[in-house]
């Protein structure tokens, strides 16, 4: 007979085993909440390259005293990591709402 402590016990074990770790600079970069799979990885890994090259730009638009060009870089790789951080507080209050909407006896 299944009881609950064993499909608990299940998941736990199939957590362990899935669980990956990545790097928290990664997690820094990743719009959802928890990098849990390989859409997450590459998103966050598509919006560390994004980071990386504005500030390689900025840094060459120093180097050629482009300053106005090098400033907007600049605003743009520190708006980059905050709307992140904005979009991943979204999400986990949105499952916040719906977890208090189910009913209580799930």
């Keep these: 007979?299944?009881?609950?402590?064993?499909?608990?016990?299940?998941?736990?074990?199939?957590q362990i085993r899935s669980a990956q770790s990545y790097?928290?600079?990664l997690a820094v970069f990743s719009p959802s909440p928890h990098i849990?799979?390989?859409r997450?990885?590459?998103?966050?890994l598509i919006y560390a390259v994004l980071f990386c090259f504005l500030m390689v730009s900025c840094y060459v638009a120093?180097?050629?005293?482009?300053?106005?060009l090098s400033a907007m870089f600049v605003i743009f790789g520190i708006l980059l990591p905050v709307s992140l951080k904005i979009s991943r507080?979204?999400?986990l209050k949105r499952k916040r709402?719906?977890?208090?909407?189910?009913p209580l006896s799930m």
């Design 36 to 38: 849990a799979s390989r």
């Design 62 to 68: 120093l180097y050629l005293k482009w300053f106005k």
């Design 40 to 44: 997450d990885l590459k998103v966050a």
């Design 1 to 14: 007979m299944i009881t609950r402590a064993k499909l608990v016990e299940q998941l736990r074990e199939h």
């Design 97 to 102: 709402e719906r977890r208090l909407l189910l």
């Design 89 to 91: 507080h979204r999400r």
């Design 23 to 25: 790097s928290a600079a």
